[in-house]
Structures are given as structure tokens and as C-alpha cells.
């Protein structure tokens, strides 16, 4: 099983207040941070993310092209680039924060998920070298607009329910 830092916790209003074990902040429904980046090249396609079958919550599902909780020492910022070149081998690339929101969920197995989660989009070029990390992700894949909105219409069990708020609120034109 893979080890997690500590992550920030927050308060309600997104103020840092401490750091805590994930497990513990799962168990006690402590707001924390997680970051999402979008991914899409010049020729208007989306990079997503098949999450790998281990992958503690949605396994098996598409997800956004790299993610994950803020850990201790980093900032919303910090954390998205780290992200997106532990997960996708992408670097040095420009990160636009599209914005920040809160959601609330209780999992099947317990845990309380309360966060805050930034969004950001990269854009990068159609022929952009990727380097998987094969532990959380399974497969990535390009998708066009009327590709994403047939796959999702046809099989929305598919996608995290996370990934779908983020297209419709965000990203319109791929819902």
C-alpha cells in the first residue's frame, strides 16, 4: 500500500490550520486540499486519465490528466506542477488556475471527504512526450470534445463524479 505524506487541512473557509495524516483526515472528515490539471493541446483535445486499478477512491474510472492532495510544505500551486510531472512527465509548462471549489462526500467505506479543490489547466503541444506513473495511472488517452460527451453519455459510470462537475462548470464544450 502506498505511504502518504502529511496533507494540509484547512478550515471551512480554505485558511491552513495544520497538517494530519490522510487516513486521519479521512476517518475525522478534516477539509483538506487536492489540485486537478486539465490537459489539452493546440489541437483542442483533453488528456484524461484511466485511474489505475489500486487507486484508493474511483479505481478504473477516467479522471483528469493529473491530480492529487496538497501535502505538507506546498502550496496549491507547488503541488499542481509536482502533480503533473510525477504523474505525466510534464515540466516547465505554464499552470492556469481556472478556479477553486469545495465538495463534501461519504464514501461506501466510510471515509468523509471534505476538500477544496483548485483546478488548472495546461496547455501543451499535440506531440508532447509523456512519461506515466504507472502506479496510480492505468492509461491515458486524448480525447476531442464530441468524443468525450459520446463516451460519457454512452458510459458516465465511467468517469469520477469529480471529473464531471469540473467539465460542466469549466469545461462546457466537453459535456
Not at 483533453?46 to 501535502?71: F, I, T
Not at 459510470?157 to 469540473?166: A, D, I, N, R, S
Amino acid at each position: 500500500m502506498k505511504k502518504y505524506p502529511p496533507v494540509v487541512v484547512v478550515d471551512e473557509n480554505d485558511n491552513e490550520i495544520g497538517v494530519a495524516p490522510l487516513a486521519e483526515v479521512w476517518q475525522n472528515g478534516l477539509y483538506h486540499r487536492i489540485v486537478s490539471i486539465f490537459v489539452v493541446d493546440e489541437q483542442k483535445r483533453m488528456l484524461l486519465q484511466l485511474r489505475g486499478p489500486e487507486v484508493k477512491v474511483y479505481p478504473n474510472c477516467w479522471d483528469q490528466a493529473a491530480g492529487g492532495h496538497v501535502d505538507e510544505g506546498f502550496s496549491y500551486d507547488k503541488a499542481a506542477a509536482s502533480e503533473l510531472g510525477e504523474e505525466l512527465g510534464i515540466y516547465n509548462v505554464i499552470l492556469t488556475p481556472l478556479g477553486t471549489f469545495s465538495s463534501n462526500d461519504k464514501l461506501d467505506d466510510g471515509r468523509i471527504i471534505n476538500q477544496f479543490e483548485r483546478v488548472y489547466l495546461a496547455q501543451v503541444q499535440y506531440d508532447v512526450t509523456l512519461k506515466l506513473e504507472l502506479d496510480e495511472v492505468s492509461k491515458i488517452q486524448w480525447f476531442t470534445p464530441a468524443e468525450l460527451k459520446s463516451e460519457i453519455a454512452q458510459h458516465s459510470e465511467k468517469f469520477t463524479p469529480g471529473l464531471l462537475y469540473v467539465l460542466r462548470e469549466y469545461f462546457p464544450s466537453f459535456v
